[in-house]
């Protein structure tokens, strides 16, 4: 088998086809038994495509070569990139401007403190463990504890039958704001990098004029967005042919991505604010009337092909070798600690008559948009070199294993501990 692979991917190198056609076999064979493991254990499918790409990524630590390839070649790398790009359309789909102000003040201070406290500790831990680190990796490892798995934390929930509940209403609307939030952060921690990376001094403003395009970008793109997709939407309805709908939704993610990269943010903002501005009223009359399939559903067979690239690639990337070194596994285990300690902090904007502990568990996973603070963390450089390395990058991912695991039954036993308060007290 290992002379095989070899061999395939000599050939590769003349053509790539064949390695991508190899890669993507490897990958999605992959992802279906990581997801399937997961699943049965009661995990989300995503940890398993994690842990999977792992253990495919350092076959090498057990003589089994010919794949590492994978972990670097450009056309999977860039068919990943278009995974996480429909995943956080997906994430915007999920969600709309009307449900973040239904949330009200509550679930807004809670996403704020859950996202200044895990920053602050998060660069607390690294300046005091990673002292000869630029303060660059401090802000980045800060920003990186920032985010909020809602699609995890929304499926536990569901599988409870506690969607209804306070803390369910707080913790979801708070994690699609940690969202926005994120990328937010995300966004203007690239900017200082960037700007660093070429030898220019970044003032006060100019952080405060990278927020507000971060901010004015989402606001402007949904004010646009909800005025031209219902007419784009229109105009296709005149267009003969099959799978219009998924068409026109993709070209507006596509085209909202673009638009955000232009201006200088992330294309990930763009395909988020994309997801937040359609809704089904603006393209019914495209979905016709005997279909009730949703533009989630249509979707699917789209990101059950791309974003387990994303996810298994992302696992393919780590290096078990680099926690050899000395102090890396107990940073890694020091990042998990403050990641979760921090969101703890979210109890204090919760008022009374809401379990505050449910609402610091439920806040806790970090999932697929750690991932893809990670990824983001690869591609910047520091007078061109990476601004993570393989341990750093190695240890932001199982920080993200880590709070994706322990979420779950926290969260189970949290709210069966509040039910059964609430029985012993009738």
């Known amino acids: 088998m290992p002379l095989f692979l070899n061999a395939f991917a000599t050939a590769a190198n003349a053509d790539p086809l064949p390695g991508v056609l190899l890669a993507l076999s490897v990958i999605l064979i992959a992802a279906k038994v990581g997801g399937d493991l997961a699943i049965r254990v009661g995990q989300p499918a995503v940890l398993g495509e994690l842990v999977i790409g792992i253990l495919v990524g350092n076959f090498g630590l057990i003589g089994i070569g010919g794949l590492d390839y994978i972990k670097t070649d450009a056309y999977v790398g860039l068919l990943a990139e278009i995974g996480v790009v429909l995943l956080l359309f997906e994430v915007g789909l999920g969600s709309t401007v009307r449900d973040m102000m239904k949330v009200g003040v509550p679930a807004l201070i809670v996403a ?114 909800g005025f031209v997709s219902p007419r784009l939407f229109g105009a296709a309805v005149r267009l003969r042919g099959t799978g219009m709908l998924i068409v026109v939704a993709l070209v507006i993610c596509f085209l909202f991505s673009y638009v955000a990269s232009a201006a200088g943010l992330a294309p990930i903002v763009g395909a988020f604010a994309a997801g937040l501005v359609l809704e089904p009223v603006h393209y019914r009359a495209l979905a016709g ?7 989630e559903s249509l979707l699917s067979p789209v990101t059950a092909f791309l974003v387990p690239v994303f996810f298994v690639l992302m696992g393919i990337r780590i290096d078990l070798a680099s926690f050899t070194r000395p102090g890396i596994l107990i940073f890694s285990l020091a990042l998990t600690a403050v990641a979760m300690l921090g969101k703890q902090a979210c109890a204090l904007g919760v008022g009374r008559g809401v ?55 926290a969260l189970r036993w949290s709210l069966s501990r509040q039910r059964g308060h609430a029985s012993g007290a009738g």
């Open 112 to 225: 704020v403190l859950g996202v200044v406290t895990p920053f602050a500790l998060g660069w607390t831990v690294s300046w005091l463990l990673l002292p000869a680190a630029s303060v660059y990796l401090h802000v980045f490892l800060g920003a990186a504890l920032t985010a909020t798995s809602v699609g995890i934390t929304a499926r536990v929930l569901g599988d409870l039958q506690r969607t209804d509940t306070a803390e369910a209403r707080i913790i979801l609307g708070a994690a699609v704001i940690d969202d926005v939030l994120g990328l937010v952060v995300l966004t203007t921690v690239a900017a200082i990098v960037g700007a660093a990376n070429d030898h220019v001094a970044i003032s006060g403003l100019a952080i405060a004029v990278v927020l507000l395009k971060a901010v004015g970008f989402l606001i402007g793109a949904v004010i646009v967005g």
């Open 289 to 295: 009337e005997k279909t009730e399939q949703s533009l």
């Open 355 to 409: 379990d505050r502990l449910s609402v610091g568990i439920g806040m806790i996973p970090r999932g697929e948009v750690g991932l893809i603070f990670a990824n983001m963390g690869l591609q910047m450089t520091i007078a061109g070199a990476p601004l993570l390395d393989a341990s750093t990058y190695s240890s932001i991912v199982i920080m993200v294993i880590l709070t994706t695991l322990v979420t779950p039954p």
